[in-house]
């Protein structure tokens, strides 16, 4: 679906170069159902930033356009874009939760002038949809590659895949099957489960059927990585000591008061703990908490957000205001700074975020269960890229 210039108004929009006074950002995102919270983080991060560091940038003020997308869906994806561009005249794109959304929106991007940048969605291939998408989250071929290095020193040979079936999904489990296979195990069995699964039962018999030490599991944040965190506990795979291992995603920071000691002791590979220990991370929460009103409802959606904010802002003093796309995304190419997360920074060729990543290990501390830090992986790319 391509955007279409088709009037006088629209034309001199679509040119750009005009001073404005308010850069309009429009963020897409999960504000409403069952993914709700990943929206509220998308906003407690945008919040945070402008609580930090003002909400003008010289002589223009920022003004964000939120648009609710509640599940996945490409065409109101794209629907939602070109009403966010032309209807409201935006000069910035931000958010999309889910890869088919932003995969929906990405053609759009060069005729109408607008760069996107990704708050969340993970599948790789993104930034190869435009050359004005910019990612500020990270990719499960990042997350996930770690921990077959950590399967590994920890002796485990036989391990079996379950995910999601979708881009992210896929790309995790490939990332995980490629890395644990070059460092000498054995996938025994890969399962890939429909988006819409709710009844995990017959997966976690076939992962006691396939006789694996341990499980590498993939599931969008959200509700369903709860369903199927409580049914590998209540299906006595915990207790008979197969180990399961993750990316963050399963054990984001909102979903811990809940899973409590059934996700004790679990390890997941991320790009972002709640708990990381900075002061960058401290004044980042501080900020995000006081917006959420809930400490227990901040998680990573918020930080890719709110440096999705510092990415804009940058972009918009490099521009002075003006509506140029591809100056606006060639400023932050190479961009380096210290983020909540850590030292990151913006790969000039592929636009994606070089970042450390973590190896986390559920623990309760202080009475409450948080993603405790123990390893670093530094300055890790995307090694699921393949350039165009």
């Known amino acids: 679906m391509k955007f279409l210039c088709q009037t006088t108004a629209i034309l001199a929009l679509c040119a750009g170069g005009a001073f404005a006074d308010t850069i309009k950002v429009g963020v897409i995102g999960p504000f409403s159902g069952g ?75 060069e005729e109408a002038n607008v760069p996107m940048v990704v708050f969340n969605a993970a599948t790789s291939a993104i930034v190869n949809a435009s050359p004005l998408v910019v990612r500020t989250s990270f990719t499960t071929f990042q997350t996930s590659t770690p921990m077959a290095t950590v399967a590994r020193e920890r002796g485990i040979e036989r391990v079996i895949t379950v995910v999601s079936d979708y881009g992210p999904g896929v790309d995790s489990e490939t990332a995980f099957v490629r890395a644990f296979g070059a460092a000498g195990g054995t996938v025994v069995e890969s399962v890939r489960m429909p988006m819409s699964t709710v009844d995990f039962s017959p997966i976690m018999q076939r992962i006691r059927d396939s006789g694996a030490e341990a499980v590498f599991a993939f599931l969008p944040a959200g509700p369903q990585t709860f369903g199927f965190m409580t049914a590998f506990v209540e299906n006595g795979l915990k207790a008979d000591g197969v180990q399961l291992l993750a990316p963050g995603d399963l054990t984001q920071e909102s979903d811990l008061p809940v899973l409590g000691p059934n996700a004790a002791g679990m390890l997941t590979t991320f790009h972002y703990a709640v708990s990381h ?32 904010m510092h990415v804009i802002a940058h972009m918009i003093a490099a521009t002075n205001g003006q509506q140029d796309a591809a100056a606006a995304v060639d400023s932050v190419k190479g961009l380096e700074w210290i983020s909540p997360r850590g030292p990151v920074s913006i790969n000039p060729d592929n636009r994606h975020i070089t970042q450390n990543i973590y190896l986390r290990e559920v623990a309760e501390v202080e009475g409450q269960y948080i993603n405790h830090e123990i390893q670093v992986f530094e300055n890790q790319g995307d090694p699921g890229w393949v350039a165009p």
């Open 277 to 308: 220990n900075s002061p960058e991370n401290i004044a980042f929460t501080e900020a995000a908490t006081a917006w959420l009103g809930n400490p227990a409802e901040l998680s990573f959606p918020a930080v890719g957000a709110f440096d999705g």
């Open 35 to 109: 993914a709700a919270l990943q929206g509220r983080n998308f906003q407690a991060g945008i919040e945070a930033y402008f609580a930090l560091n003002g909400r003008t940038v010289g002589d223009h003020e920022i003004e964000i356009i939120y648009r609710d997308l509640p599940a996945a869906d490409p065409g109101q994806s794209a629907a939602l874009t070109q009403e966010l561009i032309v209807g409201e005249g935006v000069q910035y794109l931000a958010g999309y939760y889910y890869t088919p959304d932003a995969m929906a929106a990405a053609p759009i991007l």
